[in-house]
């Protein structure tokens, strides 16, 4: 903590500032308005958002399938602890799916089924 009893954002683990910025993207509002409500300096936000997206990202593997199947995953770094009310999934093509936990379960097997995915 600072001496004005603020977090200090810019002393955080890549890791941490990796949750902070996937939060920033499913929050749906701008970088600056995210920073003020977070008490981040903007300009600091900036640059870890520019460290995260010139990282080298890992060579995605195509998966080829024919059923209405999930590929199986393995989690390379444990995510950061952070509370969320969504659930996101990511496409092997790069496509997310976010998925808010209050969605009405018709809703959630129409969703489903558009996808040609049948209900569990």
Request: with cysteine; aromatic share 8%.
């Amino acid at each position: 903590m600072e001496k004005s009893g603020k977090p200090t954002f810019a002393k955080l683990d890549p890791v941490l500032w990796d949750g902070l910025l996937d939060e920033w993207q499913t929050s749906g509002i701008s970088q600056q308005a995210f920073c003020k409500h977070r008490s981040i300096s903007f300009h600091t936000f900036a640059y870890w958002r520019s460290k995260k997206r010139n990282r080298k990202k890992p060579a995605r593997q195509t998966i080829q399938t024919t059923s209405n199947t999930f590929a199986k995953a393995a989690i390379t770094s444990p995510p950061p602890r952070q509370t969320s009310d969504s659930l996101r999934l990511l496409c092997t093509t790069g496509a997310q799916l976010i998925i808010p936990l209050s969605m009405p379960k018709p809703d959630l097997e129409h969703l489903l089924k558009q996808l040609g995915i049948s209900a569990c």
